[in-house]
């Protein structure tokens, strides 16, 4: 997903992609500005919104997490409860996604959703430094 991000905030020459895989870079990089002065983030949903294929392209990236998650719940007894939880509610938001239109409030939902799954950011706790997604599958036993 990453790579379309950086293409549709016109960000391709940013060099060392694996370094978006840390909330905080990733959270830093998409809250500047690009070479034409425009929020990263913002021309990314704008780009989305625009071009159906993008959104397409993305949604299909999240059905393929979805799979995965809805493969590790059927093959594996999951003890852990808050583990359970969280495959389970981050499965059905997923589900929710799929039917993402181009309209201006499903995409700003969307982008928040994105937002928060990149950066760790939520509701109660605002940006956590830790990971908490990877914490939960290290859990997975």
Partial sequence: MHWHFLI?????QYLNRENLLIHSEFQRYFRNQNEDGKNRWDEVANGIQGNR???DELIYELRMLNDEIKYIKSSIYLFDSEVFDLLNGLSQTIHGYERTEQ???DIKSFMGFLWAVFTGWNWI???KNAD???KMITRVR
């Fill in 125 to 127: 706790d605002g940006y």
């Fill in 103 to 105: 309209e201006y409030d």
């Fill in 8 to 12: 549709l905030s016109k960000s391709q």
């Fill in 132 to 134: 908490y997604l990877e």
């Fill in 53 to 55: 294929f993008y959104l």
